[in-house]
């Protein structure tokens, strides 16, 4: 145990020498970033950006975290952001190919998907409905961006609008990875946060980028010299440093292609805010579309994202003929169990005939002015078998006699085993003559042999039969009425019918009618 807490004590250290690293690092790499914002000497910001990014590849050779893969293309990443700063301090803009190439562009063929593919993978496998929602934001987004890209002092045509068009491509993707990420897993890690946080940054620098490319009137020392990019370097070898990064992210509940208030609205923002900056466009800008090359892309984007949603709905509603199939399955075994158990609570479980509850009940029920007759049969012989040749016997017994029972029973008579070897039938609209004739074929009918593997087992039954307009006296009244010409069946030498008669009870037990 000493051992255990010794080693629980070392973790710990350790993820606070970590964690203190990160933010220590934080810290110096920020002041550097924010000298540079500042005005200072541009080197400074490339310096930032480049340790930001040596640090991160030291660490994710050193810690190898989780989804090494995902943390090793975010830090390509940064390398380019590191890149980008000082391509720009030491050579400057150069001429590739006829045209103006600066090394942010060269950055931005490595940036964006460098950070969508690292997203992705540290994401890990999605669902469906989390990739198409991530899809439509990423169509959303794309479209909002192109009329915004013309929508400029001066629309670019011909190569320049394809350079330009490079960065409103890339910000969807990666948007679209964000929101996938943010989907799949809880950002509740403070290395998932810093990540988020970088990207979105790394987002805000790219956009200040078009502005600028397009002649939008932005500060050009803000978004002109990487400061954002070089922000998200530092939050991501932050980020690296950070204890958090060293366990896999927490991944949420299965989704079951549910639509949820926030998905929801953030589709039908993107899909309004579509139409809304066309207008704008037109109406108030410079946009003036006259070419395939104009209008093209954001009308197939949204054509696009039509059909994203479309499918979306198909899946959500999919899901709802699932859900409302497995309702009813569970309403119909609901059912089922409510029957069981009903048949349970009404039923005796071993012979399956009905219990003294719903005698009880049927002898409530019995309708007034009427003769209704009430037996009580009780096994003679039984307990000798029972005890002799033991209880799987007697319970075989017991069941054959309920078998015997049902067939001599009218199908309005009320068959009911009390417990024991003792049965009850009741007779609606039966006088006393006519139940102790049912009473004598009771007798008969189990008097017969009934085989098993011990051989021929024999019982008899004796009957005690109580009649007469039964609905004015209580059920117990009438159970004891009915055991007492039992008793006088059974004293009377068994194996016969007897009826009630008032000189049967004691004095003080006699029932008075009501």
Wanted: aromatic share 6%; proline share 5%; hydrophobic share 55%.
């Amino acid at each position: 145990m000493t051992t255990g807490r010794t080693q629980r004590g070392l973790a710990m250290a350790d993820a606070g020498l970590w964690r203190g690293s990160a933010w220590a690092f934080l810290g110096v790499e920020g002041a550097l970033v924010l000298a540079t914002a500042a005005g200072a000497a541009p080197v400074l910001g490339a310096v930032a950006a480049v340790a930001a990014f040596l640090v991160a590849a030291v660490i994710l050779v050193v810690r190898q975290p989780p989804r090494v893969a995902a943390w090793a293309s975010l830090t390509v990443a940064s390398g380019s952001v590191a890149f980008s700063r000082v391509y720009g301090v030491v050579a400057g803009p150069s001429i590739l190919g006829g045209r103006t190439l600066a090394g942010g562009d060269i950055r931005a063929l490595v940036l964006y998907p460098a950070l969508a593919i690292g997203l992705i993978l540290l994401g890990g496998t999605g669902s469906l409905t989390d990739t198409l929602d991530a899809s439509v934001v990423i169509l959303g987004v794309f479209v909002l961006l192109w009329l915004f890209l013309l929508h400029g002092n001066m629309v670019p045509t011909g190569t320049r609008l394809a350079v330009s068009a490079l960065r409103p491509v890339g910000i969807s993707v990666v948007l679209g990875a964000l929101v996938r990420l943010l989907f799949v897993v809880r950002p509740r890690a403070p290395a998932l946060r810093l990540v988020a946080v970088g990207v979105l940054l790394a987002l805000v620098g790219a956009l200040g980028l078009v502005a600028r490319t397009v002649g939008y009137d932005v500060d050009s020392r803000l978004f002109g010299g990487g400061i954002f990019a070089t922000a998200y370097a530092i939050l991501v070898a932050t980020a690296l440093l950070h204890p958090s990064a060293g366990a896999a992210p927490e991944r949420r509940g299965a989704p079951a292609a549910r639509l949820s208030r926030g998905r929801a609205a953030l589709f039908v923002a993107l899909t309004l805010l579509g139409p809304l900056a066309w207008v704008l466009a037109v109406a108030f800008g410079e946009f003036d579309p006259g070419s395939p090359e104009d209008f093209g892309p954001p009308v197939l984007a949204a054509a696009v994202i039509a059909l994203l949603l479309l499918w979306r709905l198909s899946l959500l509603a999919r899901v709802a003929d699932r859900r409302a199939g497995d309702l009813a399955e569970a309403v119909g075994e609901l059912q089922e169990l409510q029957a069981e158990l009903a048949h349970r609570a009404a039923h005796d479980p071993l012979t399956g005939l009905l219990n003294r509850s719903v005698l009880t009940e049927r002898l409530a029920a019995l309708p007034r002015g009427r003769s209704h007759a009430l037996l009580l049969v009780d096994l003679d012989g039984f307990k000798e078998i029972n005890d002799s040749l033991g209880h799987p016997t007697g319970d075989e017994l017991l069941v054959a006699v309920g078998r015997r029972l049902t067939a001599v029973a009218a199908r309005e008579a009320t068959l009911v085993r009390l417990g024991g070897d003792e049965f009850a039938v009741l007779l609606p609209d039966t006088d006393e003559g006519a139940a102790l004739a049912v009473g004598a074929t009771i007798c008969a009918r189990l008097r017969a042999p009934y085989p098993s593997t011990h051989g021929e087992l024999r019982v008899s039954a004796s009957v005690g039969v109580t009649a007469g307009p039964l609905a004015t006296r209580g059920s117990g009244d009438l159970l004891r009425e009915a055991d007492l010409a039992l008793y006088a069946a059974k004293a009377a030498g068994k194996d016969r019918v007897a009826a009630y008669r008032p000189t049967l009870a004691p004095p003080g037990l006699r029932v008075k009618p009501r």
